[in-house]
Protein backbone atom coordinates (compact mmCIF):
# COMPACT_ATOMS: atom_id res chain seq x y z
CA UNK A 1 0.00 0.00 0.00
CA UNK A 2 1.56 2.82 -0.93
CA UNK A 3 1.98 6.30 1.02
CA UNK A 4 -0.72 7.80 -0.67
CA UNK A 5 -3.18 4.99 0.03
CA UNK A 6 -2.18 4.68 3.80
CA UNK A 7 -3.26 8.40 4.15
CA UNK A 8 -6.42 8.48 2.42
CA UNK A 9 -7.59 5.43 4.62
CA UNK A 10 -6.34 7.09 8.38
CA UNK A 11 -8.53 10.10 7.22
CA UNK A 12 -11.47 7.56 6.92
CA UNK A 13 -11.30 6.30 9.91
CA UNK A 14 -13.87 7.07 12.74
CA UNK A 15 -12.63 8.64 15.91
CA UNK A 16 -14.72 8.70 18.98
CA UNK A 17 -13.77 11.30 21.64
CA UNK A 18 -14.93 10.93 24.94
CA UNK A 19 -15.69 13.90 26.95
CA UNK A 20 -17.36 17.42 25.37
CA UNK A 21 -15.42 19.39 27.26
CA UNK A 22 -12.39 22.06 25.63
CA UNK A 23 -10.65 19.41 25.53
CA UNK A 24 -12.63 16.52 23.55
CA UNK A 25 -14.40 19.69 21.81
CA UNK A 26 -11.14 21.15 19.80
CA UNK A 27 -9.84 17.90 19.20
CA UNK A 28 -12.73 17.61 17.11
CA UNK A 29 -12.47 20.58 15.68
CA UNK A 30 -9.07 19.86 14.96
CA UNK A 31 -9.49 16.56 13.05
CA UNK A 32 -11.91 19.00 10.86
CA UNK A 33 -9.42 21.93 10.41
CA UNK A 34 -6.35 19.61 9.60
CA UNK A 35 -8.23 17.97 7.10
CA UNK A 36 -9.70 14.61 8.52
CA UNK A 37 -13.03 13.34 6.53
CA UNK A 38 -13.75 10.09 8.36
CA UNK A 39 -16.63 10.00 10.86
CA UNK A 40 -16.09 12.25 14.36
CA UNK A 41 -18.41 11.15 17.21
CA UNK A 42 -18.36 13.16 20.59
CA UNK A 43 -19.52 11.87 23.05
CA UNK A 44 -20.02 13.83 26.69
CA UNK A 45 -21.81 12.72 30.13
CA UNK A 46 -23.69 16.12 31.02
CA UNK A 47 -26.79 16.38 28.26
CA UNK A 48 -26.10 20.28 27.77
CA UNK A 49 -24.86 21.75 24.56
CA UNK A 50 -20.82 21.43 25.08
CA UNK A 51 -19.76 24.47 27.20
CA UNK A 52 -16.57 26.52 28.54
CA UNK A 53 -15.85 26.18 32.03
CA UNK A 54 -14.33 29.57 33.17
CA UNK A 55 -17.18 31.63 32.99
CA UNK A 56 -18.85 29.33 36.02
CA UNK A 57 -17.03 30.87 38.34
CA UNK A 58 -17.57 34.43 37.18
CA UNK A 59 -20.63 35.76 34.99
CA UNK A 60 -22.58 32.19 35.40
CA UNK A 61 -22.35 32.10 38.51
CA UNK A 62 -23.39 35.88 39.68
CA UNK A 63 -26.37 35.67 36.52
CA UNK A 64 -24.52 37.97 34.52
CA UNK A 65 -24.47 34.82 31.24
CA UNK A 66 -26.97 31.74 31.20
CA UNK A 67 -24.20 29.67 30.08
CA UNK A 68 -21.20 29.33 27.92
CA UNK A 69 -21.86 27.24 24.75
CA UNK A 70 -18.71 26.88 22.43
CA UNK A 71 -19.22 28.93 19.85
CA UNK A 72 -19.37 25.94 17.45
CA UNK A 73 -20.91 24.62 14.45
CA UNK A 74 -21.24 20.91 15.30
CA UNK A 75 -23.59 19.90 12.27
CA UNK A 76 -21.51 22.02 9.78
CA UNK A 77 -18.37 20.51 10.60
CA UNK A 78 -19.80 17.20 10.43
CA UNK A 79 -19.55 16.00 14.15
CA UNK A 80 -21.61 13.90 15.64
CA UNK A 81 -22.69 14.77 19.44
CA UNK A 82 -23.79 12.41 21.88
CA UNK A 83 -24.91 14.08 24.85
CA UNK A 84 -26.59 12.84 28.32
CA UNK A 85 -24.11 9.85 27.72
CA UNK A 86 -21.43 8.49 29.76
CA UNK A 87 -18.85 5.95 28.90
CA UNK A 88 -18.80 3.10 31.45
CA UNK A 89 -15.62 1.42 29.84
CA UNK A 90 -13.03 0.38 27.30
CA UNK A 91 -12.57 -3.24 24.97
CA UNK A 92 -9.34 -2.93 23.42
CA UNK A 93 -9.36 -6.16 21.70
CA UNK A 94 -13.05 -4.93 20.38
CA UNK A 95 -12.08 -1.47 19.74
CA UNK A 96 -15.19 -0.39 21.31
CA UNK A 97 -16.37 1.91 23.63
CA UNK A 98 -18.95 0.88 25.97
CA UNK A 99 -21.60 4.04 27.22
CA UNK A 100 -24.95 3.49 28.81
CA UNK A 101 -26.50 4.16 25.38
CA UNK A 102 -24.95 0.50 24.58
CA UNK A 103 -21.69 0.08 22.72
CA UNK A 104 -19.93 2.05 19.94
CA UNK A 105 -17.14 1.20 17.86
CA UNK A 106 -14.02 3.00 16.88
CA UNK A 107 -11.13 3.21 15.03
CA UNK A 108 -9.56 5.52 17.14
CA UNK A 109 -10.19 6.56 20.83
CA UNK A 110 -9.63 10.39 22.38
CA UNK A 111 -10.26 10.31 26.15
CA UNK A 112 -10.74 13.81 27.42
CA UNK A 113 -12.98 13.36 30.28
CA UNK A 114 -11.06 16.02 32.33
CA UNK A 115 -11.42 15.86 36.11
CA UNK A 116 -13.99 15.99 38.94
CA UNK A 117 -13.82 17.53 41.63
CA UNK A 118 -12.81 16.18 45.54
CA UNK A 119 -15.53 15.19 47.62
CA UNK A 120 -15.46 16.05 51.26
CA UNK A 121 -15.80 12.93 53.18
CA UNK A 122 -19.02 12.61 55.09
CA UNK A 123 -20.69 15.59 52.95
CA UNK A 124 -22.06 13.90 50.14
CA UNK A 125 -25.85 14.58 50.64
CA UNK A 126 -25.90 17.42 52.89
CA UNK A 127 -28.25 19.85 52.38
CA UNK A 128 -26.85 22.93 51.90
CA UNK A 129 -23.45 21.02 50.29
CA UNK A 130 -22.72 22.10 47.38
CA UNK A 131 -19.45 21.76 44.46
CA UNK A 132 -18.67 24.08 41.51
CA UNK A 133 -17.43 21.88 38.30
CA UNK A 134 -20.49 21.92 36.03
CA UNK A 135 -23.19 24.21 34.39
CA UNK A 136 -25.79 22.48 36.52
CA UNK A 137 -23.84 23.56 39.55
CA UNK A 138 -23.35 26.92 39.10
CA UNK A 139 -27.16 27.12 38.67
CA UNK A 140 -27.76 25.33 41.76
CA UNK A 141 -25.77 27.97 43.23
CA UNK A 142 -26.97 30.98 41.49
CA UNK A 143 -29.96 31.34 44.09
CA UNK A 144 -28.10 30.30 47.22
CA UNK A 145 -26.01 33.91 46.32
CA UNK A 146 -29.00 35.68 45.67
CA UNK A 147 -30.10 35.43 48.93
CA UNK A 148 -26.73 36.38 50.59
CA UNK A 149 -26.60 33.53 52.59
CA UNK A 150 -23.72 32.84 55.00
CA UNK A 151 -21.48 30.77 53.07
CA UNK A 152 -18.55 28.59 53.95
CA UNK A 153 -16.02 27.93 51.36
CA UNK A 154 -13.73 24.76 52.58
CA UNK A 155 -10.49 25.11 50.29
CA UNK A 156 -7.93 28.33 49.48
CA UNK A 157 -7.18 26.85 46.24
CA UNK A 158 -7.88 28.85 42.59
CA UNK A 159 -11.27 27.93 42.43
CA UNK A 160 -11.83 28.78 46.10
CA UNK A 161 -10.55 31.86 45.70
CA UNK A 162 -12.65 32.46 42.87
CA UNK A 163 -15.72 31.51 44.24
CA UNK A 164 -15.37 33.57 47.14
CA UNK A 165 -14.93 36.62 45.27
CA UNK A 166 -18.05 36.04 43.55
CA UNK A 167 -19.68 35.76 47.01
CA UNK A 168 -18.51 38.67 48.12
CA UNK A 169 -19.63 40.37 44.69
CA UNK A 170 -23.20 39.42 46.09
CA UNK A 171 -22.87 40.40 49.46
CA UNK A 172 -22.84 37.31 50.98
CA UNK A 173 -20.87 36.68 53.88
CA UNK A 174 -18.03 34.33 53.27
CA UNK A 175 -15.80 32.36 55.62
CA UNK A 176 -12.81 30.46 53.88
CA UNK A 177 -11.76 27.38 55.75
CA UNK A 178 -8.55 26.06 54.54
CA UNK A 179 -6.04 23.07 56.37
CA UNK A 180 -2.65 24.16 55.20
CA UNK A 181 -1.31 27.00 56.78
CA UNK A 182 -2.08 29.33 53.82
CA UNK A 183 -4.19 29.86 50.82
CA UNK A 184 -2.69 27.30 47.10
CA UNK A 185 -0.34 25.84 49.67
CA UNK A 186 -0.32 23.14 46.71
CA UNK A 187 0.26 25.17 43.91
CA UNK A 188 3.32 27.95 45.29
CA UNK A 189 5.70 28.20 47.90
CA UNK A 190 4.79 29.75 51.34
CA UNK A 191 6.59 33.29 50.24
CA UNK A 192 4.70 33.52 47.41
CA UNK A 193 1.33 32.71 48.54
CA UNK A 194 1.67 35.02 51.89
CA UNK A 195 0.82 38.12 50.37
CA UNK A 196 -2.05 36.35 49.10
CA UNK A 197 -3.39 35.79 52.11
CA UNK A 198 -4.37 39.49 52.78
CA UNK A 199 -6.64 39.98 49.64
CA UNK A 200 -9.21 37.90 51.28
CA UNK A 201 -9.62 40.02 54.23
CA UNK A 202 -9.55 43.31 52.30
CA UNK A 203 -12.34 41.61 50.31
CA UNK A 204 -14.50 40.96 53.58
CA UNK A 205 -13.70 37.55 53.52
CA UNK A 206 -12.80 36.01 56.78
CA UNK A 207 -9.69 33.25 55.58
CA UNK A 208 -9.15 30.80 58.35
CA UNK A 209 -6.14 28.53 58.26
CA UNK A 210 -5.24 25.32 59.47
CA UNK A 211 -9.06 24.67 59.90
CA UNK A 212 -9.98 21.04 59.00
CA UNK A 213 -13.63 19.99 58.58
CA UNK A 214 -14.87 17.40 61.43
CA UNK A 215 -18.20 17.41 59.65
CA UNK A 216 -21.34 19.31 58.31
CA UNK A 217 -24.25 20.08 60.14
CA UNK A 218 -27.37 21.62 59.14
CA UNK A 219 -26.86 25.27 59.46
CA UNK A 220 -22.72 25.14 60.40
CA UNK A 221 -19.39 24.02 59.47
CA UNK A 222 -17.78 22.24 63.35
CA UNK A 223 -14.11 22.46 62.54
CA UNK A 224 -11.39 19.86 64.42
CA UNK A 225 -10.79 22.26 66.95
CA UNK A 226 -14.49 22.18 68.14
CA UNK A 227 -15.25 25.63 66.73
CA UNK A 228 -18.82 26.23 64.68
CA UNK A 229 -19.03 28.29 61.43
CA UNK A 230 -22.39 29.50 60.66
CA UNK A 231 -23.36 28.19 57.15
CA UNK A 232 -26.49 28.99 55.11
CA UNK A 233 -24.40 26.69 52.61
CA UNK A 234 -20.93 25.05 52.11
CA UNK A 235 -19.39 25.05 49.19
CA UNK A 236 -16.52 22.52 48.48
CA UNK A 237 -13.09 23.07 46.53
CA UNK A 238 -10.25 20.76 48.13
CA UNK A 239 -9.15 20.25 44.33
CA UNK A 240 -9.61 17.90 41.67
CA UNK A 241 -8.70 14.13 40.34
CA UNK A 242 -8.64 13.17 36.62
CA UNK A 243 -12.09 11.52 35.82
CA UNK A 244 -10.70 7.73 35.41
CA UNK A 245 -12.11 5.53 37.42
CA UNK A 246 -14.65 4.17 34.60
CA UNK A 247 -11.29 2.78 32.20
CA UNK A 248 -10.58 0.23 35.14
CA UNK A 249 -9.90 -3.10 33.61
CA UNK A 250 -9.39 -1.09 30.43
CA UNK A 251 -5.80 -1.98 30.21
CA UNK A 252 -4.64 1.51 29.90
CA UNK A 253 -1.73 2.59 32.09
CA UNK A 254 -2.57 5.18 35.37
CA UNK A 255 -0.16 7.12 37.57
CA UNK A 256 -0.39 7.77 41.15
CA UNK A 257 -2.60 10.66 40.59
CA UNK A 258 -4.92 8.58 38.51
CA UNK A 259 -4.32 10.07 35.29
CA UNK A 260 -3.47 8.22 32.12
CA UNK A 261 -0.03 7.84 31.61
CA UNK A 262 0.24 9.62 27.89
CA UNK A 263 3.56 9.48 25.79
CA UNK A 264 4.97 12.80 24.48
CA UNK A 265 2.39 12.68 21.57
CA UNK A 266 -0.12 11.87 23.88
CA UNK A 267 -0.99 8.08 22.94
CA UNK A 268 -1.60 6.00 25.82
CA UNK A 269 -0.32 2.59 26.23
CA UNK A 270 -3.25 0.93 24.04
CA UNK A 271 -2.94 0.91 20.11
CA UNK A 272 -5.16 3.51 18.95
CA UNK A 273 -6.35 5.32 21.97
CA UNK A 274 -5.35 8.38 22.63
CA UNK A 275 -5.57 11.43 26.19
CA UNK A 276 -5.54 14.88 26.17
CA UNK A 277 -6.52 18.03 28.81
CA UNK A 278 -7.10 17.11 32.46
CA UNK A 279 -6.98 13.49 32.91
CA UNK A 280 -3.51 13.02 31.41
CA UNK A 281 -0.58 13.67 32.31
CA UNK A 282 2.75 13.48 29.61
CA UNK A 283 6.54 13.72 29.76
CA UNK A 284 8.13 16.95 29.00
CA UNK A 285 11.42 17.63 28.08
CA UNK A 286 11.85 21.01 28.74
CA UNK A 287 11.04 20.70 32.63
CA UNK A 288 12.34 16.86 32.54
CA UNK A 289 9.40 16.22 34.45
CA UNK A 290 5.96 14.68 33.92
CA UNK A 291 3.00 17.12 34.14
CA UNK A 292 -0.59 16.74 35.19
CA UNK A 293 -1.77 19.89 33.73
CA UNK A 294 -5.69 20.76 34.98
CA UNK A 295 -5.73 23.75 33.29
CA UNK A 296 -7.56 25.27 30.25
CA UNK A 297 -4.79 26.41 28.33
CA UNK A 298 -3.35 22.91 28.38
CA UNK A 299 -6.97 21.61 27.23
CA UNK A 300 -7.04 24.10 23.85
CA UNK A 301 -3.47 22.97 22.68
CA UNK A 302 -3.01 19.28 23.32
CA UNK A 303 -5.61 18.29 20.64
CA UNK A 304 -3.98 19.84 17.88
CA UNK A 305 -1.15 17.51 18.22
CA UNK A 306 -3.67 14.55 18.94
CA UNK A 307 -5.28 15.49 15.53
CA UNK A 308 -2.33 15.56 13.70
CA UNK A 309 -1.23 12.02 14.94
CA UNK A 310 -4.66 10.50 14.01
CA UNK A 311 -3.67 12.36 10.33
CA UNK A 312 -0.37 10.64 10.19
CA UNK A 313 1.22 14.00 10.05
CA UNK A 314 3.78 13.09 12.51
CA UNK A 315 3.75 16.12 14.89
CA UNK A 316 6.33 17.14 17.20
CA UNK A 317 6.57 16.11 20.69
CA UNK A 318 3.77 18.06 22.68
CA UNK A 319 5.98 20.33 25.35
CA UNK A 320 3.99 22.95 26.25
CA UNK A 321 4.77 25.91 28.72
CA UNK A 322 1.84 25.80 30.73
CA UNK A 323 -0.41 28.64 31.36
CA UNK A 324 -3.18 29.50 33.23
CA UNK A 325 -4.84 32.38 34.80
CA UNK A 326 -7.23 33.50 37.54
CA UNK A 327 -9.13 36.59 38.78
CA UNK A 328 -9.47 36.78 42.32
CA UNK A 329 -10.54 39.83 44.56
CA UNK A 330 -10.26 42.13 42.15
CA UNK A 331 -6.94 40.93 41.18
CA UNK A 332 -6.05 39.47 37.78
CA UNK A 333 -3.29 36.53 38.06
CA UNK A 334 -1.44 34.82 35.62
CA UNK A 335 1.26 32.11 35.75
CA UNK A 336 3.33 30.45 32.87
CA UNK A 337 6.13 27.77 33.26
CA UNK A 338 7.18 25.20 35.96
CA UNK A 339 8.90 25.77 38.76
CA UNK A 340 11.07 23.16 40.92
CA UNK A 341 10.90 23.66 44.89
CA UNK A 342 14.99 24.35 44.58
CA UNK A 343 14.46 26.77 42.01
CA UNK A 344 15.96 30.35 42.50
CA UNK A 345 13.01 32.94 43.37
CA UNK A 346 13.45 36.68 41.75
CA UNK A 347 10.28 39.08 42.99
CA UNK A 348 9.68 42.28 40.84
CA UNK A 349 7.81 44.74 42.81
CA UNK A 350 5.92 45.17 46.03
CA UNK A 351 4.25 41.99 47.14
CA UNK A 352 2.12 44.38 49.32
CA UNK A 353 1.05 46.40 46.25
CA UNK A 354 -1.72 46.33 43.30
CA UNK A 355 0.50 44.62 40.58
CA UNK A 356 4.18 42.41 41.13
CA UNK A 357 5.79 39.02 39.54
CA UNK A 358 7.63 36.11 40.65
CA UNK A 359 10.32 34.93 38.75
CA UNK A 360 11.57 31.19 38.83
CA UNK A 361 14.96 30.64 37.47
CA UNK A 362 16.83 27.24 36.88
CA UNK A 363 20.63 28.36 37.51
CA UNK A 364 20.32 31.40 35.35
CA UNK A 365 17.10 30.11 33.17
CA UNK A 366 13.51 31.45 33.43
CA UNK A 367 11.45 28.74 33.70
CA UNK A 368 8.33 30.10 35.45
CA UNK A 369 6.10 33.25 36.17
CA UNK A 370 3.64 34.36 38.38
CA UNK A 371 2.32 37.66 37.55
CA UNK A 372 0.06 39.61 39.40
CA UNK A 373 -1.47 42.80 37.36
CA UNK A 374 1.26 42.75 35.15
CA UNK A 375 -0.02 41.25 32.07
CA UNK A 376 3.40 42.88 30.30
CA UNK A 377 5.73 40.49 32.29
CA UNK A 378 3.37 37.59 31.71
CA UNK A 379 3.64 38.06 27.59
CA UNK A 380 7.45 38.87 27.58
CA UNK A 381 8.10 36.10 30.76
CA UNK A 382 6.43 33.63 28.63
CA UNK A 383 8.40 34.00 24.84
CA UNK A 384 11.42 34.11 27.16
CA UNK A 385 10.57 30.92 28.68
CA UNK A 386 9.60 28.93 25.62
CA UNK A 387 13.40 30.61 24.43
CA UNK A 388 15.08 28.88 27.40
CA UNK A 389 16.50 32.58 27.39
CA UNK A 390 19.53 33.30 30.20
CA UNK A 391 18.42 35.70 32.41
CA UNK A 392 20.39 38.72 34.74
CA UNK A 393 19.12 38.24 38.38
CA UNK A 394 20.29 41.64 39.36
CA UNK A 395 18.41 43.03 36.10
CA UNK A 396 15.18 41.05 36.35
CA UNK A 397 14.60 42.15 40.12
CA UNK A 398 14.09 45.85 38.54
CA UNK A 399 10.10 46.01 38.34
CA UNK A 400 10.86 49.44 36.12
CA UNK A 401 12.75 47.53 33.65
CA UNK A 402 11.52 45.79 31.31
CA UNK A 403 11.20 42.21 31.51
CA UNK A 404 12.83 41.29 28.25
CA UNK A 405 15.55 43.74 28.49
CA UNK A 406 17.13 41.58 31.80
CA UNK A 407 18.43 39.14 29.78
CA UNK A 408 22.15 38.12 30.64
Same mark, same amino acid.
Given at each position: MSEQTQAQERTKRRVVVVGAGMA???? @???? %??? #??? &?TVTL?????????????LSKAVLLGKSEGSAFDVDFEALDIELQLGCEALGVRPADHELDTEAGPVRYDVLV???? @???? %??? #??? &?????HLLRTLDDAERLRPVLARQHDIVVVGAGWIGAEFATAAR????????VEAADRPLAGALPA???APMAAWYADSGAEL???????????GAVVLDDGSRVPAGAVVVGVGARPATAWLAGSGIEL??????????????SLPDVYAVGDCASFPSGRYEDRLLVHHWDNALQGPRTVAANIIGEAPAAYDPVPYFWSEQFGRFVQYVGHHAPDDTTVWRGDPSGAAWTVC?????????????????DLAQGRRLIEAGAEMSPALLADPARPLKSATA
Amino acid at each position: MSEQTQAQERTKRRVVVVGAGMAGVQT @AVAL %REQ #GFT &GTVTLIGAEPHQPYDRPPLSKAVLLGKSEGSAFDVDFEALDIELQLGCEALGVRPADHELDTEAGPVRYDVLVIATG @AEPI %RLP #GAE &GVPGVHLLRTLDDAERLRPVLARQHDIVVVGAGWIGAEFATAAREAGCRVTVVEAADRPLAGALPAEVAAPMAAWYADSGAELRTHARVERVEPGAVVLDDGSRVPAGAVVVGVGARPATAWLAGSGIELGAHREILADDHLRTSLPDVYAVGDCASFPSGRYEDRLLVHHWDNALQGPRTVAANIIGEAPAAYDPVPYFWSEQFGRFVQYVGHHAPDDTTVWRGDPSGAAWTVCWLRDTRLVALLAVGRPRDLAQGRRLIEAGAEMSPALLADPARPLKSATA
